[in-house]
């Protein structure tokens, strides 16, 4: 019976990491393509990059958001503020290169994205 509840927490524990992680929304070309009026010359790459970076340090002291649920501009004004915060702590250190990368990525598979869905 122990065995049983320690394992349904481990399933439980190991569903929401799983779920929190798979929601976030993966870039392809078509994406990088979309955005080129906006991001002269991005590509898939930055925005895997911006992915990654995005996972790694934005995860901790609350769950990874979802891109499509912020506005551009509260965005635009929330990444370098988090990351000026995350700087002041002085466990990481995020360059302004990656700050823009992790804003890109958010932008371009959240408010971006919906607005060429339409
Ligand atoms: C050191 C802890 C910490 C880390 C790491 C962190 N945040 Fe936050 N974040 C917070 C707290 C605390 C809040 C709650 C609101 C506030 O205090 O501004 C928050 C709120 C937010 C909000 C919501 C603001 C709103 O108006 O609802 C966004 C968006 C956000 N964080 C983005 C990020 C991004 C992007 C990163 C990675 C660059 C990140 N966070 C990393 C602590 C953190």
Do not use: D
Not at 15 to 41: C, D, I, R, W
């Amino acid at each position: 019976m122990k065995f049983v509840s320690v394992f349904s927490v481990l399933v439980v524990a190991l569903l929401l990491m799983g779920f929190s992680m798979a929601g976030l929304p993966k870039p392809t070309e078509q994406h990088a393509k979309q955005v080129q009026q906006q991001f002269p010359g991005i590509t898939v790459q930055q925005l895997n990059q911006g992915m990654e970076l995005y996972k790694t340090h934005c995860k901790g002291c609350h769950f990874v958001k979802n891109p499509t649920r912020y506005s551009e501009a509260v965005w635009k004004q929330q990444v370098p503020a988090m990351v000026s915060r995350i700087n002041k702590k002085g466990k990481k250190y995020i360059s302004p290169e990656q700050s823009s990368l992790i804003l890109n990525y958010v932008l371009v598979m959240g408010p971006y994205a919906k607005l060429s869905a339409n």
